[in-house]
């Protein structure tokens, strides 16, 4: 008798479906999302070190952007760094997001939930518009020699930029509560032991940080001598 | 005197893969509790017989959650909603009097439908043949002590092992992941010394047989854990990543 060729009456509702298959295979595309996804929350937590200079105000947060600005050719080299690790994130998400698609072309007619979060489910969407967000606030804040206080008070105290920014930061909130999790698990490196609290860990801390970030365009939306 | 409930089944129709399906409702009228879903069907494909019309196809076998052939989506659950049972274990007692149960089958592109509930789980065979297996040679039975196994192995090993292969992580899988049934296996033998030779090429055979077949990718959102009869953890899927990465 033959052997069952893979793939073999792959068909429903008699279409065919091709299968695009990202990278070497999906479980390394996942690494390949949990590593960057790590390199980029590292990032984000860094930069909220930054932003919490602002609180301590006016003079404080000049006194970083100096600081960071002052760098010199280590600043350039941290972009390219961050830029390709955005672009192997989002291109892996993109080519994963396209292939899970496909998995599954009709769809339940009811269908329940047992144990995902909303924040797991939405992670494709979540991710897009913490994209969006990109396009948005790195041309507004990108400065040669970092962005005056005026700057940041002006951008962040019009309420549309203000409701952009609190809705981007959910986005953020909501992928990173997943994604901290989710990165050790994809990588394999939990002990089943340290699985329940690494959970509340990654909901506390992106659920912190959301709190931190958004605190920014609240505070200059409602109080017009926030960083004068 | 035994309790009676009346039901309303809602059950997909699909004649074959190349035809339209769609829900048809069948009332139960007076059942006892004490029947399962599955026999449930089997009554009403009786009154189906008699009638001249065409019985519901289900998969069913051993009917005491051991053997994995049974499996349909109840209320949008694999297995219905009663955790850590196969669908022939769910019975009428698990279900609300006069409730409507929608039971529809597992859906995914490398399940393709062959006839009502019944699908095509033929994929999971082949992810098995890629290399679930142990091919080395490994002689007679040794003297029971002479290679040690640490208890805490042997016990993961015997855990991952409990898979019957029934797809409810597939069916219950945003994504229509197979990884929990990859994990499971490649888990299982990475624990034991008679998996060690094959080690890394098992893992990135099976890895690369499910992705063939069409099933999506791990997202991590816990729903095959949650909907395994057997609670098959996500340790092994941790541990088949870190198989599948060290492999590489």
Same mark, same amino acid.
């Given at each position: ?24 295979? @999906? ?46 050719? %280590? ?75 005026? %700057? ?77 | ?136 040679? @490994? ?110």
């Amino acid at each position: 008798m033959a052997e069952p060729e893979a793939g073999q009456g792959r068909q429903m509702e008699g279409r065919a479906r091709p299968v695009r298959l990202p990278f070497a295979s @999906t479980v390394f595309s996942q690494a390949l999302m949990a590593a960057s996804g790590a390199g980029l929350a590292l990032f984000v937590l860094l930069h909220l070190l930054g932003n919490a200079a602002a609180y301590l105000g006016r003079a404080a947060f000049l006194a970083y952007a100096r600081h960071l600005h002052g760098l010199g050719p %280590l600043l350039p080299a941290m972009e390219l760094c961050l830029l390709l690790l955005a672009a192997t994130h989002v291109v892996t998400g993109t080519m994963l997001t396209l292939h899970n698609l496909q998995s599954r072309p009709l769809p339940y007619r009811v269908k329940a939930i047992r144990a995902a979060s909303l924040s797991s489910r939405l992670m494709p969407l979540s991710g897009l518009v913490i994209l969006l967000f990109l396009a948005v606030h790195v041309p507004a804040f990108r400065r040669p020699a970092g962005p005056s206080a005026e %700057l940041v008070r002006i951008t962040l105290s019009r309420p549309g930029m203000a409701t952009f920014y609190l809705l981007s930061l959910a986005a953020l909130t909501s992928h990173l509560s997943h994604g901290l999790w989710s990165l050790f698990q994809t990588l394999g490196i939990v002990a089943p032991r340290y699985d329940q609290p690494l959970r509340r860990a990654a909901v506390i801390v992106s659920l912190l940080a959301g709190g931190v970030f958004m605190l920014l365009p609240l505070l200059a939306l409602v109080w017009p001598d926030f960083l004068r | 005197m035994e309790k009676l409930i009346h039901l309303t089944l809602r059950v997909w129709r699909q004649p074959g893969p190349d035809r339209p399906g769609r829900f048809h409702d069948y009332p139960s009228g007076p059942v006892a509790t004490s029947l399962s879903l599955l026999e449930l069907l089997d009554l009403v494909n009786e009154r189906l017989t008699l009638n001249g019309e065409e019985p519901i196809a289900f998969d069913h076998d051993c009917r005491e959650g051991i053997c994995g052939a049974c499996g349909a989506m109840v209320d949008g659950l694999a297995h219905g909603p009663k955790s850590e049972t196969t669908l022939c274990q769910l019975h009428l007692r698990d279900l609300a009097d006069g409730g409507l149960v929608v039971i529809e089958p597992f859906r995914a592109l490398a399940f393709p439908l062959i006839k009502d509930l019944v699908v095509d789980r033929s994929a999971l065979d082949r992810i098995m043949a890629a290399g679930g297996y142990v091919s080395v040679d @490994t002689g007679g039975a040794p003297e029971a002590n002479v290679i040690p196994i640490p208890q805490s192995d042997a016990d993961q090993a015997l855990a991952a092992a409990s898979c019957i292969g029934c797809g409810a992580c597939v069916a219950s899988c945003p994504h229509a992941s197979a990884m929990l049934f990859v994990g499971g296996k490649v888990s299982q033998l990475a624990c034991l010394p008679q998996g060690q030779p094959e080690r890394a090429r098992r893992v990135l055979a099976m890895v690369s047989a499910a992705d063939r077949e069409g099933f999506g990718a791990c997202g991590n959102h816990r729903e095959c854990e949650a909907a395994c009869p057997k609670r098959l953890s996500l340790r092994h899927l941790a541990r088949m990543n870190r198989e599948y990465l060290s492999a590489r």
